[in-house]
Structure formats: structure tokens, C-alpha cells
């Protein structure tokens, strides 16, 4: 058990629909990562919070949106979704220390959220 | 961050020491190798990171070759639950954290 909890484990919807998946981070991290893994593509970074603020987007759709929360919990909005939507999205945290180096920013995932868009 | 080399699939016997290499040839001074694992659609498994020394703990040792082009993961001892896909990642540790980069990784399977 990493830590990080991700609700719902499974979501199923049909296209154009709107759903949001939640993520709880380890105790004491400032930071979460969202990141999706298709068949197709891998696991890709999605987007980035550090402490209620963006700090970095990678492959993400305008289409989905995430905020972190002052409780530092976070939630993915994904919205007109599509098949190809379908995916497993995983929620990772990390402390992101501030000591040099930062050897301690390692990231703990969650168990994921598989989304099935029909 | 910098681009890793790994072997698409390995197998190994239960009870034996599993050894994955991965390539970083082009890796700067202040990036860190990393190791996951993911087992079959679970969230993917810290294992192991290091800079330039050895290092190990209770899942797994990481071999740095001096030059830090390569390193190697080792199970010392893989057992059937160890079957997974592992990923060497090369990134540098941040204040305020960085993403992860996942190429396609090692598929690892441990056999009877």
C-alpha cells in the first residue's frame, strides 16, 4: 500500500459524457501527478500540482482539467469524453523535498482509476 | 531528462537472481536513475534510485557503472510476484517535484 488512495477503482460512461476521479496524496506531499496509461501510448504524464498550484502539463487534453484542493487532494474533470478516452489514469504524490538534489522526491502511485468510455 | 535502453523482455527462474541492465548513456551530472515496476495494471512500484554509488534495499540492489551510462537492477532472489514490467527512469530530482518519464521497459518473467 503506497499511500495514495484514488477513487473510483472502475467508471464506466458513454461519449460526451463528463466524469471526475479523485486522488488523495500520501500524508505530508505536496505534490500530485496525474498520468494516464492506454494501450496505445504507455503510461504518459499528464499534469502536475505542486501545493494548489500547476506546475507542469505534459500530454494533456483541453478537454480535462485537474485542480488540487487546499486539503492538497486532487481531482481529474475529463469531459466530452471519447472511446479513445478509455484508460487507465493513475494519481501519484511525492514530498518534492527542498533539500539539494531533491533525493527525496520520489513519487508513490495509486492503484488507478480504469475508465471505460462506451 | 535522459533517454534509457532497456531489453524488451527477460525471463528468470524463481529462486535465481534476476539482472536488468538499462542504458543511459546520455545521462547529465545531476540526474538520478530511478526503478519501478508495474505489476499487470497495478500503480506502478517504487523500487530503488540512486545517483552514482550502489545502493540497496530490502526489494533490490541498483549497480551504477562509474561512468553512470548504464546501471543494473538486481533481484537477488526473484520469486513468482516478482513478474512485472520494469521501468529505469532518468530524471533530475527538483524542489517542487518533476514528472516521469515511462519508456516501454523490461517485461520480467519469473518462471517456476
Known amino acids: 500500500d503506497s499511500g495514495v488512495t484514488q477513487t473510483p477503482k472502475h467508471l464506466i460512461t458513454a461519449t460526451g459524457q463528463r466524469v471526475t476521479l479523485r486522488c488523495s496524496p500520501r500524508?505530508?506531499?505536496?505534490?500530485v501527478y496525474w498520468y494516464q496509461q492506454s494501450l496505445d501510448q504507455g503510461l504518459q504524464f499528464l499534469i502536475q500540482?505542486?501545493?494548489?498550484?500547476?506546475?507542469a502539463k505534459g500530454n494533456i487534453l483541453e478537454r480535462f482539467s485537474a485542480q488540487q484542493f487546499p486539503d492538497l487532494h486532487s481531482e481529474l474533470n475529463l469531459s466530452s469524453l471519447e472511446l479513445g478516452d478509455s484508460a487507465l489514469y493513475f494519481c501519484?504524490?511525492?514530498?518534492?523535498?527542498?533539500?539539494?538534489?531533491?533525493?527525496?522526491?520520489?513519487?508513490?502511485f495509486g492503484p488507478g482509476t480504469r475508465l471505460t468510455v462506451l | 531528462d535522459a533517454k534509457t535502453t532497456q531489453p524488451p523482455s527477460m525471463d528468470c527462474a524463481e529462486g535465481r537472481a534476476a539482472n536488468l541492465p538499462c542504458n543511459h548513456s546520455?545521462?547529465?551530472?545531476?540526474?538520478?536513475v530511478y526503478w519501478y515496476r508495474q505489476i499487470h495494471s497495478q500503480g506502478p512500484q517504487y523500487i530503488i534510485h540512486g545517483l552514482k554509488n550502489n545502493e540497496t534495499n530490502e526489494m533490490a540492489s541498483l549497480i551504477i557503472t562509474e561512468d553512470r551510462k548504464s546501471s543494473t537492477l538486481i533481484l537477488p532472489h526473484a520469486t513468482l510476484r516478482d513478474t512485472a514490467v520494469y521501468y529505469c527512469i532518468v530524471r533530475v530530482a527538483r524542489t517542487s517535484g518533476s514528472r516521469l518519464t515511462f519508456g516501454e521497459g523490461t517485461q520480467l518473467t519469473v518462471n517456476p
Open positions: 501519484a504524490s511525492s514530498v518534492a523535498s527542498t533539500m539539494w538534489g531533491g533525493a527525496t522526491d520520489t513519487q508513490y
Open positions: 500524508s505530508g506531499d505536496l505534490s
Open positions: 500540482y505542486y501545493n494548489g498550484e500547476e506546475r
Open positions: 546520455t545521462i547529465s551530472g545531476n540526474e538520478y
